[in-house]
């Protein structure tokens, strides 16, 4: 059978935690690239704030 891996974030400590994506856009080229991170649903807002 196979394992369900997704739920390993709904128990315990993990819910206290988000995973945010933020679009970056490069000086050099000028193209956009996408930072993922997984933060503390606490410092959510300052990470978009940077």
Do not use: C, R
């Amino acid at each position: 059978m196979a394992k369900k891996a997704v739920a390993t974030l709904q128990k315990g400590a993990g819910k206290g935690y988000s995973k945010v994506i933020k679009m970056v856009k490069s000086e050099k080229t000028g193209a956009y690239a996408f930072k993922e991170e997984v933060v503390p649903n606490d410092d959510v807002k300052t990470y978009f704030k940077k």
